[in-house]
Nanobody, 127 residues
Framework: QVTLVESGGGMVQAGGSLRVSCVAS????????MGWFRQAPGKEREFVAA????????YHAEFAKGRFTISRDNAKNTVYLQMDSLKTEDTAVYYC????????????????????WGQGTQVTVSS
């Protein structure tokens, strides 16, 4: 079992920046691939970004490329999502997720790939 806790959400004006964090409170995140997803009201959960356990592999959704950056600090057991040039349509609850990576150093983009999820942190972008 991996318990994930997100933080760093809040309200920001369009064009601003936020960094959300995800910490594993009960075991090291080493050997877990991580992902960020988001869900806006009335919409399905969608993929935002993913990172392999080593951090060498990353992938961002098309809408996130050039604006969002996923990173991780395994020494701090933390994964980050830096969000710049935020738009009102980025308003959503942001969730981090973990998948046991085994011997591979891959990233994963499907929500069903992940076994563990945090409770989410609200990001609201105002115009």
């Amino acid at each position: 079992q991996v318990t994930l806790v997100e933080s760093g959400g809040g309200m920001v004006q369009a064009g601003g920046s936020l960094r959300v964090s995800c910490v594993a409170s009960d075991r090291p995140l080493t050997a877990y691939a991580m992902g960020w997803f988001r869900q806006a009201p009335g919409k399905e959960r969608e993929f935002v970004a993913a990172i392999s356990w080593s951090g060498r592999g990353t992938y961002h959704a098309e809408f996130a490329k050039g604006r969002f950056t996923i990173s991780r600090d395994n020494a701090k057991n933390t994964v980050y999502l830096q969000m710049d040039s935020l738009k009102t349509e980025d308003t959503a609850v942001y969730y981090c997720a973990a998948k046991w990576a085994g011997s591979g150093d891959n990233y994963y983009v499907g929500p069903y790939d992940y076994q563990y999820w945090g409770q989410g942190t609200q990001v609201t972008v105002s115009s």
